[in-house]
T-cell receptor
Framework: NAGVMQNPRHLVRRRGQEARLRCSPV?????VYWYRQLPEEGLKFMVY????????ESGMPKERFSAEFPKEGPSILRIQQVVRGDSAAYFC?????????????FGDGTRLSIL | DAKTTQPPSMDCAEGRAANLPCNHS???????VYWYRQIHSQGPQYIIH???NNETNEMASLIITEDRKSSTLILPHATLRDTAVYYC???????????FGGGTRVLVKP
């Protein structure tokens, strides 16, 4: 009964490199959400995706950040040309496709460190 | 911005009930109250949610006032593993964006 799986758990990148964070939702869940938690701050919504569609990206930085949730495979959060300020914990959540107040279930995050 | 107000911290004795308050005076009629917690170095964990009736599950009870302007999360028998930051969040049923405030940092002491 696997929950949301995120990998890697820890990722170290040098400034200017690319970071790819992966998220496999709970089996049967077709809604995926990404959140970011900067050091000593609360979680902030970034993006909401359904299979092959971005539904709400109002929390995504306008540049360097992108997200996808393909028909097959995990959701990917991609950060290009990383900077020190991208150092944070990135959490993925998923929920079922059925209507109603379905709670989001979170993974344990990817901790991104930029050297 | 978060639509909820919670005390920043509280202590609780192990084995006793922990009552965590939350104010949401501007809650709309179609917004639910959700509770999550975040244990250090882990992702947020869903606890419980409700609209207007009191709710109970294996983890906690949720008491919502009749006017829905506030609620209380009750952990019936706190253990050391309940030490965490607890977040009270309001969101529409069709919503997709959990807005986390500062939460309440709960420390369960032996």
């Amino acid at each position: 009964n696997a929950g949301v799986m995120q990998n890697p758990r820890h990722l170290v990148r040098r400034r200017g490199q690319e970071a790819r964070l992966r998220c496999s939702p709970v089996k049967g869940h077709s809604h995926v959400y990404w959140y970011r938690q900067l050091p000593e701050e609360g979680l902030k919504f970034m993006v909401y995706l359904q299979k092959e569609n971005i539904i709400d990206e109002s929390g995504m930085p306008k540049e360097r950040f992108s997200a996808e949730f393909p028909k097959e495979g995990p959701s990917i959060l991609r950060i290009q040309q990383v900077v020190r300020g991208d150092s944070a914990a990135y959490f993925c959540a998923s929920s079922p496709s059925t209507g109603g107040p379905q709670p989001q279930h979170f993974g344990d995050g990817t901790r991104l460190s930029i050297l | 911005d978060a639509k909820t107000t919670q005390p920043p911290s509280m202590d609780c004795a192990e084995g006793r009930a922990a009552n965590l308050p939350c104010n949401h005076s501007t809650i709309s009629g179609n917004e639910y109250v959700y509770w999550y917690r975040q244990i250090h170095s882990q992702g947020p964990q869903y606890i419980i949610h409700g609209l207007k009736n009191n709710e109970t599950n294996e983890m906690a009870s949720l008491i919502i006032t009749e006017d829905r302007k506030s609620s209380t999360l009750i952990l019936p028998h706190a253990t050391l593993r309940d030490t965490a930051v607890y977040y009270c969040i309001v969101m529409e049923a069709a919503g997709n964006k959990l807005t986390f405030g500062g939460g309440t940092r709960v420390l369960v002491k032996p």
